[in-house]
């Protein structure tokens, strides 16, 4: 067996969970095992950023996403719903056609323009220093501003979400 | 105030599950899981036997004055660890063996069999101290609520009398269950205790 | 398949199946059988997240028909039965029962006998406090001082057990004295056991009364203030955190504790911590008790003229003596004969626990257990 | 006698309550009180308001009807009271646990060993006996064990004391 | 090699964006619309990198962006739930049909 | 088959078995220590000193049956004892053990441990859920809000020994230790990590999700046999993680006095301060009482991210200046 | 206690839990307290009290017990049985069944003090447990006889 089939056969691994665990997200009446799924979804993609050349952003999916995203999303559900909402919330019939429409037309156009188009390599692509040192360094001085108002944007979420959430002082029970 | 109110103190009037538990006589053959495969083989039993006798991790449960004796066996005079079964577990999931350490009465009843039921198999009991094997002073002829004897409720593997039993004497309960389970009293090397010296 | 109940989910499957009227509010089942319940008391909880909003023990899981018992046994055969109420501080039980009829029938005890009582009872409170300690703490996650506080305890009942005959439910006294002598080893083993406790507190002091976690977690907690107490006749340490200082051994003194000289701790607060305190320093003041008691002790009989078959004059008779855990009293009504007509016993921790429900409403759930910790309770002698 | 308790009896006695001292020695209480179910609760009023705390609420079956002995304490001097109220013909008591909130659970125990109904009480469910045993009452005597009110009390000061032997010795 | 193949990534992501769109709509919870459009955030930060990798001549740009995505996710959710806590504490609920003050 | 396939699978194997090794030392270690600690002999009888316990223990729960529970969510039950294992266990790929005893040296090894860790919190939360119990679900909520707040203050203080550093990478790391360790100039960051280290790990006084007392067992209460070893698994194995990250970025790794071999001896020091460290641990556990939830919060947000955020900005500045 | 404000507080735990520390650290290297129990022999008190045992008159050669039957009635919970018979030329009655129910005994000692004898004594058995609760319900005059057998080791035990 050579070393590359085995990675390919990773990579097959790696499409398999993003394609169940999307479709458990997306389909599951239990949202416990909607957020799974998402989590194993993101574990997926993770895997992908592997064969895109970048560890370091593999990590962080896994770091972000399913060590935060996912628990946040978890705790939602934990505090929100009593076990009895969860497993009422079942899928309602309501928009399904209009959903699956939708989204098989998205789908449908999107294939067309991926098969008729043929992309063009830009001048000097594949190659350049993707470190991790490069990253940082591009971080801090070309999309230094970026940067700044994405820690902005995220230093107001959770000024927000707090904001949301606080309900004053709640205990005024003695 | 009739006559029909007075006077009735021995007719016990159980909850439908008492009841039954109760005539039926604790269930000796409960039902066991499935062991699997390996379990059929003899060898493999044996091992597996011997570490159940040496791992047996008690539940934290307590009713009354022989669960003091019983934290004392845990404590540093005692230790109970010196066998492996210091690890009281809270959660019956976890535990092997139940300690019944004291009075069980009517209301706790159907407590002690449900936590019974809920720890997996293969799982022992002790009847520690004489209210647990059979009512001790308690069972008198006007009893209205101590059940007289937990062997009624569910089947006892080992008893410890006494009033309390001193910790040593629990111990010796652990060392016969052992020896129920494993087949060999005590597989290490031990001193053989002269029969208690009497005078 | 037979046994249904085996995958029944531990510890909820007591709960009441009613809703409750706040649909944000769930019910949690503390006990019957739960680590920091002590035995068998089951606290049924009404909760909104962490918070305690309504919590109602529910008693009589260790009820073992003791007045029951007593009015259909001649005096003497309950006497056993009073050492298994409160098992971890069974003498002034004892006491408590024996000077009932001391009083009825107006029997003298030897001035001997009283002091073997009190320095028993004494070193039996010790036990209870010792337990006590060793128990709260570990409600509260600390596993280590209750394996150095039951070193210390083993001491005393290594002492007790050679005189008494047991470790935990002693039947020591007897109407009319006691029922075995004390000897000079037994002197001599509670000097020295005297001498190693007051070294023991410095442990005690570092590992937990300073310890900021231990501070943290009681100060200010279950918070019982002194009118309260009066509302709910709450007696004994749990009262005197609440800095009033009542103490039956100096408020209607009995036996010979007159004779000593000795303080009554009181709190300040009325917080877990307080009542931490004042069983902590009732240590040092059993110790100062025992060893003026030795002093004094006198020679003589240890067991005066008792009738032999006791018959009680009809009539009511109450005495109170202070227990570890507060006021016991007995209340005898005596149609004559050897056998009580009626017996109440008043225990302490059964008033002690009625507190509860009050005083935990908006607690955070680890707070209830520090603060049902502070309480040392003994179910089997709430429910009797 | 202590101010405070001079007080207390004074303030009792204006209540039109009868209350007699008895020898403590004897008895191990101060005063007894007997009273009519209609009195209980001015009474209870009255030591809440002299800073007395309630020791237990008991009952005793006697005939003609079951009596409930209420004992009333000070935690700041020696002072011991019992009350016993003998319960009115429909086996009704009005409860106390809204003055005292320690007679809660005491009433309730009451009402599980003799049937004693509490009326107003909060929430008189079964607190020591199972919830199946509401009708059990096991503290009631049978008839023949039955004794009178006046046959379980002091009578006149008893001069012979019982019999008394030489107990052994070891 | 499909693993060298830019479609194969460009195809997945089109399958989380659409899947996406799926539960966005169809989902009668608010928890599962915002598991929907994590996915469709996925995908998104799938394609970044998969053009960054096969066309684009600086490495580091398409990172960057998904890192940004990234971030902007977490940010979303952390609004997200809150605003799920603050509505189903108002309206008790956590079903956006049911959710109609403005229709009055 | 590749060379390189071959030894993957060799390490994978060696690292599995050394976290049931580890499992086995580390309970042992808390049993015997704990037991000294109290004064008594603990583990005697199986075995010389009770050496075999662990293992007398770990057969008996293979050989206990599993409860499922009634109404539990019987997939996702079953499914949380793996989830908690199966990241406890890469860590342990990236280590390094000594210079040349690392299975896949990695320039981002530090973050590579630091997203595998993360990913325990959800098979608690699974398991807490999934158990349909309510002192399993307490448990849970517990246990994300603490690992979520303690996090901060880890990272923060891991990022202080990055800007010295420069580097990802645990070897380098290391290596950048030359002359001194950085628990000596970093000795507040070293504190505050390892108390958060504790409560990452659900250690005593910080082990809020299976607070005994209040309780029961957390969010195992309704595991049984296997499910539960795997808790008990993951908990040792995630101790021993924290402890060796805390010996890599402050203790120096695997330097020490130089013994034959070095290149590979060296594990010699690294296991000496790793179990050096995880007695510390089990020290403080058998010291302190358990801090209330809202204290343990209050403790993080009040005294430990404003002191690592300050002592950050601070090591940044110095950074710069030298 | 809460005026120490935020560096006080900080000190004064940290101080707090160090000393802690310290009190734990100091016990781990001091010596077991343990009695090891069945590889040592434990000490009981010689008055410990056992389940009763019949004392065993050495100048007689048996017991003391006149089957008065002050024992059985003493006892709270009736757990002891004694019965005798008059047989033929002899003064008084012989023993003939002596029987205790241990599970039910509160050993409270009624039956040792009440005996005019001083037939009966507590026995040193702290040690017991079976598989059925019948192995505690003794014939105490098979016991004596069965310790008579060995009269060495029944001698040494005290009384």
Known sequence: MAYGTLTEIFFYLFIIMIVFGALVAVSSPILMKAVMGLAMAMFGTAGLYLYLNSPFLALMQILIYVGAVCIMIVFGIMVGYTPKQLAAYAIGPKNTILALVTSLLTLGVLQLGLSRTQWVQAQGAGGGDCSLA???????????????LISVVLMIAMVGAVAITWNGKRRGLK | MGDQERGKLNVHSYSAELQSRLERGAPGDLVVHDPGPLYKHKLADDIFNLCRANSLWPMTFGLACCAIEMMS????????????????????????????????????????????????????????????????????????????????????????????????????????????ISGVRHPFPQRKISDAPSY | MENLAENRTAYTDLEPATDIPNENHYYLNMGPQHPSTHGVLRVLLEMDGEYVVDPQPVLGYGHRMQEKMAEHKNWMAFMPNTGRMDYAAALPYNHGYVALFERLCGIEVPARAEYIRVITSELNRIVSHHLWIGAMLLDMGAFTPILYTFDDREQVLDILEDVTGSRLTYCYFRVGGVCKDIDDKFVEKTRAFIKRQRERF??????????????????????????????????????????????????????????????????????????????????????????????????????????????????????????????????????????PYRLKIRVPSYSNLSVLPELCQGMLLSDLVAAMGSMDLVIPEIDR | MHPATEKLVSALQDLSISVEACDYQQRGYHFEIDLEADKLRPLAECMLAREMFLGFVGGLHVKPAVEIIYQFASFERACRIVVRVPVAGDNSMPTISDIFQGANWHERETRDFYGVNFTDHPNLKPLILAEEDVDLKPLLKKDEDLKGATEVRWAVPVEEKPEVEKAEQG | MISCNLNTYLIIAVFMLCLGLYGMMQHRSMIGMLISIELILNGAGLNFMAFNRFLAPDPVVGQIFTLFIMGLAAAEAAIAVSLIFAVYRKYQTSDPEQISDLRG | MPPELLRMIIAAVLVVAFVFLNAMILGYMERKVSAHIQRRPGLMEVGPHGVLQLIVDGLKLIGKQLVVPEGSNKFLFRLAPVLSFAPCVLPFVVLPFARKLQIVSMDI?????????????????????????????????????????????????????????????????????????????????????????????????????????????????????????????????????????????????????????????????????????????????????????????????????????????????????? | MNNRGYFGELWFGAKSLLIGLNVTIKELFRPIVTVQYPREECEITPNYRGHVELVFNTETGGCDCIVCGMCAKACPSDCLVVKGEKKEGEKRKSLTLFSLDFTKCSLCGSCVETCPKGALDYSQDYNIAGFTREEFHYDLIERLERRHQQPLAAAAGGN
């Open chain 1, 134 to 148: 490069a990253l940082g360094e591009a971080l801090m001085t070309r999309y230094g501003l970026a940067f700044e």
């Open chain 2, 73 to 180: 066996l845990g404590m540093a005079r005692f230790d109970i660890s010196r066998f492996g079964s210091e690890v009281f577990r809270p959660s019956p999931r976890q535990s092997d063996l139940m300690i019944v350490a004291g009075t069980v009465n009517k209301k706790m009843a159907s407590a002690v069999m449900t936590l019974y039921d809920q720890m997996p198999s293969p799982k022992w009991v002790i009847a520690m101290g004489n209210c647990a094997i059979s009512g001790g002073p308690f069972a008198v002829e006007e009893n209205y609520n101590v059940i007289e004897g937990v062997d009624k409720l569910i089947p006892v593997d080992v008893y410890v009398p006494g009033c309390p039993p001193r910790p040593e004497g629990l111990l010796e309960g652990i060392l016969k269950l052992q020896e129920k």
């Open chain 3, 202 to 339: 410095d442990i005690y002091n570092k590992l937990v009364t300073g310890n900021i976690i231990f501070i943290k977690r009681t100060e200010g907690v279950g918070v019982i203030s002194p009118d309260m107490a009066r509302r709910y006749g709450v007696t004994g340490p749990v009262l005197r955190g609440s800095g009033i200082a009542y103490d039956v051994r100096k408020n209607e003194p009995y036996s010979v504790y007159p004779n000593f000289d000795f303080e009554i701790p009181v709190g300040r607060n009325g917080d877990s911590y307080d009542r931490y305190m004042v069983r902590l320093l009732e240590i040092e003041q059993s110790l100062r008790i025992i060893e003026q008691a030795l002093d004094q002790l006198p020679e003589g009989s240890f067991l005066g003229k008792a009738p032999k078959k006791m018959k009680m004059p009809t009539g009511d008779c109450s005495f109170s003596v202070e227990a570890a855990r507060g006021e016991l009293t007995y209340y005898l009504v005596s149609g004559g004969g050897d056998i």
């Open chain 6, 109 to 322: 090894s530090l973050i590579f441990i630091l997203a595998m860790t993360s990913i325990n919190v959800i098979a608690i939360l699974v398991a807490g859920w999934a158990s349909n119990n309510k002192y399993s679900l307490f448990g849970t909520f517990r246990s994300v809000a603490q690992a979520v707040s303690y996090e901060i203050p880890m990272l923060l203080s891991i990022l202080s020994i990055i800007l010295i550093t420069s580097t990802f990478s645990l070897q380098g790391i290391i290596a950048a230790q030359k002359y001194y360790w950085f628990i000596l100039i970093q000795p507040l960051a070293f504190i505050i990590y390892f108390i958060s280290g504790l409560a990452e790990t659900n250690r005593a006084p910080f082990d809020m999700p299976e607070a005994e007392s209040e309780l029961t067992a957390g969010f195992h209460t309704e595991y049984s046999g296997m499910g539960f070893s795997f808790f008990f698994l993951a908990e040792y194995a995630n101790m021993f993680t924290v402890c060796s990250i805390a010996t890599v970025l402050f203790l120096g790794g695997w330097k020490g006095i130089p013994l034959p071999l070095g290149d590979y001896t060296g594990i010699f020091w690294f296991m000496l301060k790793v179990y050096g460290l995880l007695f510390v641990m089990i020290w403080v556990r058998w010291t302190y009482p358990r801090v209330r939830f809202d204290q343990l919060m209050t403790f993080c947000w009040k005294y430990l991210i404003p002191f690592s955020l300050a002592n950050l900005l601070i090591t940044a500045v110095l950074v710069k200046l030298i």
